[in-house]
C-alpha cells in the first residue's frame, strides 16, 4: 500500500511558476514509477511526465517539453513536477499516481487526491 500526497498548486499568471510535489508513503516507496496526470474540466485526464526509481523520465505528452521538469528525492520519497511558462489551458487538477516497478506505463495502481493549478490572468 502506497500513499501519494500533492502539494504546491495554486493560482498562477500565464508564463508563470509553479512546483508541485507528491510525497510517498508506505513501504518500499523508492521502487515505485511516478507520474503526473492531469485533469481540466470536461477533459479526459491526460498524462504529463513519468519517472522510474532510478530518475528514468518519460514524456507522456509532447506538449509540456521544454517547460515541465520532473525530479525525485528518494531520501525524501518525493518527486517533484516542475511547471514553467505554464498556459491557460493547462488549467486543470494535477495528480500524481504510482506503480510498482521501473516501467511508466499509465495503469498506475495508487493515486493521490489532486491538487488544483489555474492559470489565470
Known amino acids: 500500500q502506497l500513499q501519494l500526497v500533492e502539494s504546491g498548486g495554486g493560482l498562477v499568471q500565464p508564463g508563470g511558476s509553479l512546483r508541485l510535489s507528491c510525497a510517498a508513503s508506505?513501504?518500499?516507496?523508492?521502487?515505485?514509477?511516478i507520474g503526473w496526470f492531469r485533469q481540466a474540466p470536461w477533459k479526459e485526464r491526460e498524462g504529463v511526465l513519468c519517472i522510474s526509481p532510478v530518475s528514468t523520465r518519460i514524456n507522456y505528452t509532447d506538449s509540456v517539453k521544454g517547460r515541465f521538469t520532473i525530479s525525485r528525492d528518494n531520501a525524501k520519497n518525493t518527486v517533484y513536477l516542475q511547471m514553467n511558462d505554464l498556459k491557460r489551458e493547462e488549467t486543470a487538477v494535477y495528480y500524481c499516481a504510482a506503480r510498482f516497478g521501473a516501467d511508466c506505463q499509465t495503469d498506475m495502481t495508487y493515486w493521490g487526491q489532486g491538487t488544483q493549478v489555474t492559470v489565470s490572468s
Open positions: 508506505g513501504k518500499n516507496a523508492g521502487y515505485y514509477a
